[in-house]
Nanobody, 122 residues
Framework: QVQLVESGGGLVQAGGSLRLSCSAS????????MGWFRQAPGTEREFVAA????????NYTDSVKGRFTISRDNAKNTAYLQMNSLKPEDTAVYYC???????????????WGRGTQVTVSS
């Protein structure tokens, strides 16, 4: 099972930017689909973005389209989530996930990180 570690979260003002990173423990990282999810207090974990192993297929949830960019560097076993024009409603714990297919639900992913907190102040 792949081990994942997120980093890059923090406190930012509305309109600001953050870049999250997700480092994977296994050299087989390039075979995995990578995804980002988020969970705000009192809500269910929701899909944010996913990228195929090649980077050719990318999905975003509608609320982040045009503001967030998912990418990956297979040589570094790392996936990224560039978040621009952040809004207070983006405040959540952000989790990365590894899997074998692009899925927009929490089910079916092979591994999860522990999450990194993103807080956007108004």
């Amino acid at each position: 099972q792949v081990q994942l570690v997120e980093s890059g979260g923090g406190l930012v003002q509305a309109g600001g930017s953050l870049r999250l990173s997700c480092s994977a423990s296994r050299s087989s990282f390039s075979r995995y689909v990578m995804g980002w999810f988020r969970q705000a207090p009192g809500t269910e974990r929701e899909f944010v973005a996913a990228i195929s192993w090649s980077g050719f297929t990318i999905n975003y949830t509608d609320s982040v389209k045009g503001r967030f960019t998912i990418s990956r560097d297979n040589a570094k076993n790392t996936a990224y989530l560039q978040m621009n024009s952040l809004k207070p409603e983006d405040t959540a714990v952000y989790y990365c996930a590894a899997g074998t297919a692009v899925r927009t639900t929490v089910n079916g992913w092979s591994g999860w990180g522990r999450g990194t907190q993103v807080t956007v102040s108004s």
